[in-house]
């Protein structure tokens, strides 16, 4: 009979029927290749394989330890408390009384700079400059963004007459809370003490000519307001 084309549909006319079935439609298609079945069989044995696997979810994480009890709410309350006993001991003037309960707040919290600033307050009213600068200093470095500790480390410095120490400790002050009102005032009576030794010295050099007694008495009067 006619060769047909592969993949065509094709009459076959009477007695040239496959298998001598006449008249019968008949579909010729290539043979199918039996690649995607090994693949599809592949595929399903993979499936399988990694539903039998045993699982690599990561195991939970523990739970978080407890906070230290320092932290839990009756202990802050008690520091609080031992605070305002320690203010109220600054105001009688009992410094040993104050730096005593201060310490040992410290000693409860030692997380916390209120207690260690209050004692470098405490030591500086009492007239342990020494001890407050070391206090103040090691607050400084544990606490560097707190301007108080600057500011009150610059009034110590600028009481004993060390100007650029007490101009230093103001920039960081400053740097650390650009609106902190006291650190800024404070470096505006630095630069005017500052002004005042060099109208000072100005003096000195021209034996009181020209205008620099004049400017020193207006710094001085501007130190002078409180």
Do not use: C
Not at 63 to 75: G, R, V
Not at 91 to 119: D, G, H, M, T, V
Request: glycine share 6%; charged share 25%.
């Amino acid at each position: 009979g006619r060769r047909a084309q592969r993949g065509v549909l094709r009459l076959l006319s009477r007695g040239e029927g496959r298998r001598g079935t006449p008249g019968t439609l008949e579909l010729r298609r290539r043979m199918p290749s039996s690649r995607p079945l090994v693949a599809a069989l592949a595929a399903l044995a993979a499936a399988a394989a990694l539903a039998q696997a045993p699982s690599t979810k990561p195991p939970p994480e523990p739970p978080a330890p407890p906070l230290p009890t320092e932290f839990s709410a009756d202990a802050l309350k008690a520091y609080t408390a031992g605070l305002n006993e320690a203010r109220e001991l600054l105001a009688q003037k009992n410094y040993e009384a104050a730096i005593a309960r201060l310490e040992a707040l410290s000693r409860e919290r030692p997380r916390e700079p209120q207690a260690r600033f209050l004692k470098a307050v405490a030591q500086a009213d009492s007239g342990k400059t020494d001890e407050a600068v070391a206090t103040l200093r090691g607050l400084a470095a544990d606490f560097p963004e707190l301007p108080e500790v600057h500011n009150n480390l610059a009034v110590i410095y600028a009481s004993r007459g060390n100007l650029d120490l007490a101009k230093a400790e103001l920039d960081l002050a400053i740097a650390a809370s650009p609106e902190y009102a006291p650190a800024i005032e404070n470096l505006g009576d630095i630069y005017a003490r500052l002004a005042a030794r060099q109208y000072e010295r100005a003096i000195a050099i021209e034996k009181g000519k020209g205008a620099a007694p004049a400017k020193l008495k207006l710094v001085r009067d501007a130190l002078a307001v409180h």
